[in-house]
T-cell receptor, first 112, second 109 residues
Framework: GAGVSQSPSNKVTEKGKDVELRCDPI?????LYWYRQSLGQGLEFLIY????????KSGLPSDRFSAERTGGSVSTLTIQRTQQEDSAVYLC??????????FGPGTRLTVL | GQNIDQPTEMTATEGAIVQINCTYQ??????LFWYQQHAGEAPTFLSY????GLEEKGRFSSFLSRSKGYSYLLLKELQMKDSASYLC??????????FGAGTQVVVTP
């Protein structure tokens, strides 16, 4: 497909475990963004990549959260020692610079 | 600080017009976006304004006044499928989007 894809679509984990979420952006999109959306809430910015570098990590809520991007393409968001408050839908978006962002379907994370 | 305000919910009947207002106070401005989000789905792009004025796109129009920190999304000839959450978002210099909490539009028969 030509859109942004994310995996897994759903993830249930136990408190304290680590999780990895994956995002495959639209081919050729240099910018990649991670957001999260808690139930009934707006989207919260987490981190932005331009190529493989992250000029803006200001939204990462704690040092348990990290993200990387390799080859200017795939990105992984890692949450260590998950907590119940991490439960949310994690959305990835990609764009050409200055253009609209296209969102993936999201990963619904549930921490028990 | 950053603050983006929009109403929580609006109800309108099929065929009517609804205007969703958004006011913002942000430290940087590089465009304002409107997205539509149906329950359980990802947001989809509706419109983009970077200069003052009205942008029209079929049944949807969006207006921006940068001096007033104000935008609105106008939905005309409402259809049942327009029932969704509408998200106002301001883009910063670096490209990240700061989202409002969203306006839930309910279209009734």
């Amino acid at each position: 497909g030509a859109g942004v894809s994310q995996s897994p679509s759903n993830k249930v984990t136990e408190k304290g475990k680590d999780v990895e979420l994956r995002c495959d952006p639209i081919s050729g999109h240099t910018a990649l963004y991670w957001y999260r959306q808690s139930l009934g809430q707006g989207l919260e910015f987490l981190i932005y990549f331009q190529g493989n570098s992250a000029p803006d990590k200001s939204g990462l809520p704690s040092d348990r959260f990290s993200a990387e991007r390799t080859g200017g393409s795939v990105s992984t968001l890692t949450i260590q020692r998950t907590q119940q408050e991490d439960s949310a839908v994690y959305l990835c978006a990609s764009s050409l610079i200055e253009n609209e962002q296209f969102f993936g379907p999201g990963t619904r994370l549930t921490v028990l | 600080g950053q603050n983006i305000d929009q109403p929580t919910e609006m109800t309108a009947t099929e065929g009517a017009i609804v205007q969703i207002n958004c006011t913002y106070q942000t430290s940087g401005f590089n465009g304002l976006f409107w997205y539509q989000q149906h329950a359980g789905e990802a947001p989809t792009f509706l419109s983009y304004n970077v200069l003052d004025g009205l942008e029209e796109k079929g049944r949807f129009s969006s207006f921006l006044s940068r001096s007033k920190g104000y935008s609105y999304l106008l939905l005309k000839e409402l259809q049942m499928k327009d029932s969704a959450s509408y998200l106002c978002a301001v883009r910063s210099r670096w490209g990240k989007l700061q989202f409002g909490a969203g306006t839930q539009v309910v279209v009734t028969p």
